[in-house]
């Protein structure tokens, strides 16, 4: 059964159909990447499968649950996280603050409970800490643990933003530009950093990039989208061949 079903998905702003009739599915273990020129919609798919934004049609389903009309502060309890394009973190916060911020979808102890610093409210701690410091070690983030996120380079920041999203034990996790502001050297590292995600943590990948060197390297299937509609979908190499995908990009003078 595939982990994520995209079902002729739809929604517009104003008269612009920003998504237009967008299906796909992802496969559990895969890397599937929306590429698309400026405009395509690829941000508003993730903004409507994180619930984000209401779609006028289609459905998405999540392993096997229909997810569609859920509350947003309820996806990422199912399992399903996300990155943003322009870095959402607590500035004036330390990156550790931030990654336990990111377990809150995995409270089991209610704000009166925590109040009263019972047992198993400590025990819950314990078991936030020590998922948060996995996610540390696995990122090589210990040497920033309790620095404040204003005082870090850009590409850290990136990094943390990752951690925060893998503090909540997602079993799908939603990149939006990864590399996006990134050096030659630190998309590389990028690169691993999915690869690790995809191989030593078993994690479902669906990103949005422009940089198709990133794209090539570690997608498993790409899905190419212009003007809010589907126009390809295979392998890389196949998606950047196809000539419905060199037009939609010299039409922006940028290649894929
Ligand atoms: N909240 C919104 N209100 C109005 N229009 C929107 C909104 N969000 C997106 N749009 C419009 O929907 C279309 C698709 O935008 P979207 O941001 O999804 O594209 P994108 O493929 O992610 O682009 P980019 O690569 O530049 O990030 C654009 O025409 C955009 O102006």
């Known amino acids: 059964m595939s982990l994520l079903q995209v079902e002729s998905l739809s929604i517009a702003f104003g008269g612009v159909k920003a998504v237009d009739n967008i299906s796909f599915t992802v496969e559990p273990g895969e890397v599937f990447t929306i590429v698309g020129p400026n405009g395509a919609g690829k941000s508003t798919i993730f903004n409507l499968i994180s619930r984000l934004y209401e779609p006028s049609g289609g459905r998405i389903v999540f392993d096997g649950r229909d997810i569609t009309r859920l509350p947003a502060h309820d996806i990422a309890g199912l399992g399903i996280a996300r990155t943003f394009q322009n870095i959402e973190l607590f500035d004036h916060s330390s990156v550790l603050q931030n990654l336990l911020i ?3 979808a995995r409270r089991t102890t209610s704000w009166h409970e925590d109040l009263l610093f019972l047992p198993k409210v400590r025990r819950a701690e314990r078991e936030h800490r020590r998922i948060v410091e996995e996610v540390i070690d696995f990122l090589e983030l210990a040497a920033y643990r309790d620095k404040l996120i204003a ?3 850009y590409g850290v920041r990136k990094l943390v933003e990752i951690a925060r999203a893998l503090s909540s034990e997602p079993r799908l996790i939603l990149l939006d530009e990864p590399a996006s502001g ?5 998309t590389q590292d990028m690169a691993w950093w999915i690869e690790d995600m995809q191989k030593d943590l078993g994690l479902t990948v669906l990103m949005v990039e422009h940089d198709m060197s990133l794209v090539s390297r570690v997608s498993d299937r790409v899905l190419a989208v212009a003007e809010g509609r589907p126009l390809a979908l295979g392998r890389p190499d196949e998606v950047q061949a196809d000539p419905k995908v060199i037009e939609a990009y010299l ?6």
């Open 102 to 104: 990111g377990r809150h």
């Open 151 to 153: 005082g870090l380079p």
């Open 182 to 186: 990134l050096s030659v050297e630190e």
């Open 251 to 256: 039409g922006q003078q940028e290649a894929p």
